[in-house]
């Protein structure tokens, strides 16, 4: 029912700043929450960042103090802005958005963070 579409990510330098959006579409009942997740191969998906219908906000320890998640509600988009990248952040970049329903998942972003 809900279709998510993210942009964004890439192949940048450590040190530099990606921006990640992510719009959900599609049958939008309640959202919950949203969120991005990261996952590298032969790993497990890890949360990155989440927020809240109200947003209140949770990171992974690793990112704190270099990534901030935001949303538009009206428009059904949430945000990662990237910071300070090291090459540990390397992974493929998941959306997650859910609905008192059912959890919706992204086609995933590849960002690579050079040394």
């Known amino acids: 029912q809900v279709q998510l579409v993210q942009s964004g990510g890439g192949l940048v330098q450590a040190g530099g700043s990606l921006r990640l959006s992510c719009a959900a579409s599609g049958t939008i009942s309640s959202i919950i929450v949203m969120g991005w997740y990261r996952q590298t191969p032969g790993k497990q998906r890890d949360m990155v960042a989440v927020?809240?219908?109200?947003?209140?906000?949770n990171y992974a320890d690793s990112v704190k103090g270099r990534f901030t998640i935001s949303r538009d509600n009206a428009k059904n988009t949430v945000y990662l802005q990237m910071n300070s990248l090291k090459p540990e952040d390397t992974a493929v970049y998941y959306c997650?958005?859910?609905?008192?329903?059912?959890?919706?998942w992204g086609q995933g972003t590849q960002v690579t963070v050079s040394s």
């Open positions: 927020i809240t219908s109200g947003d209140s906000t």
């Open positions: 997650q958005t859910m609905t008192s329903l059912k959890t919706y």
